[in-house]
């Protein structure tokens, strides 16, 4: 391929993540070289499936554009996961969520070893705003 780009980032198609996606990758300087996977539940599907859709996108921009690093990010308030109502608390619900990013970067890192996998979690602090953390 005659182009390529360094990361991609995995995240929920919610629309309340796209102003908060948008401006962390203006910020990092990523915009123009992170191929932009959006599927309900994030890493849901890698974590559910075998190899799921999520997964081959992966495979594809690694494949087909070089990627270096990948980022995987799940947010509070997914109905994919059944929304912030399936939890006690915000606490309980944030480490959940950190539970399956762990997970989807311990398979994917035995996929890809050379691939650096960077977790992230978007916390839905109402309908227009998402605080986005490097978790790991």
């Given at each position: ?18 102003p908060s996606i948008q401006d962390f990758l ?111």
């Amino acid at each position: 391929m005659s182009h390529s780009c360094t990361h991609a980032i995995v995240h929920c198609m919610d629309f309340r993540l796209n102003p908060s996606i948008q401006d962390f990758l203006e910020t990092h300087d990523l915009v123009n070289t992170t191929d932009i996977i959006g599927v309900a539940g994030a890493v849901k599907d890698i974590n559910d499936t075998e190899q799921g859709f999520v997964e081959t996108q992966i495979d594809l921009s690694v494949k087909l554009h070089a990627i270096t690093t990948l980022m995987l990010m799940n947010h509070t308030d997914c109905g994919a996961y059944g929304g912030s109502d399936k939890f006690e608390t915000k606490e309980e619900e944030k480490e959940f969520h950190i539970g399956e990013l762990r997970k989807a970067q311990a398979k994917l890192k035995a996929k890809y070893p050379n691939l650096e996998i960077v977790i992230m979690l978007g916390d839905t602090i109402n309908n227009e705003q998402t605080n986005i953390v490097v978790v790991e």
